[in-house]
């Protein structure tokens, strides 16, 4: 059925539970899996009177979010690799989560997306927005919500 499962991951305990789900349905569709972390792309501000974050300190910030977004790579690898199941782990900076998402089930041929829903209704929803919202409405490919 789906050959390259695309799991993405933001590192909460939600996320954490629907890469284990998701490996596990790998395993049993002898798919592999594409771990996938987004950092999201740090948009400089001004501040008080024309005053800017320097670049060298927006990649520093740049920087430890990769750092932190691998360990979370590393950690569904092993998830992975106890399963039996081939694992490709990527990172990307990303204007959105969601770009990021659907840009990476694309670039690397995923047939299908798993992924977590946090499950925000009303106005947290609205005002946090829904990646996984966004996904299923954009994705040209399969996605399956895990809560």
């Known amino acids: 059925m789906f050959k390259n499962i695309l799991i993405p991951t933001d590192g909460s305990a939600t996320a954490s539970k629907a890469v284990k789900a998701g490996i596990e349905l790998a395993r049993e569709l002898g798919a592999k ?8 792309a740090f948009q400089p501000q001004v501040y008080g009177e024309g005053y800017m974050i320097d670049s060298k ?20 690898a092993k998830i992975a690799q106890a399963a ?20 990476a089930s694309r670039k690397h ?10 499950g925000r209704r009303g106005l947290a929803g609205l005002i946090m927005g829904s990646v996984t919202h966004k996904v299923l409405t954009h994705s040209k490919v399969p996605v399956l919500v895990y809560r």
Do not use: W
């Open 84 to 103: 039996g199941v081939t694992f490709k782990g990527v990172v990307t900076v990303a204007e959105t989560p969601y770009d990021g998402i659907i840009e």
């Open 57 to 76: 300190t927006v990649k520093n910030l740049e920087q430890r979010a990769r750092e932190a977004g691998q360990k979370h790579i590393d950690s569904m």
């Open 33 to 40: 899996v594409t771990g996938y972390y987004a950092v999201e």
């Open 109 to 118: 041929k995923c047939d299908a997306i798993f992924m977590a829903s946090h």
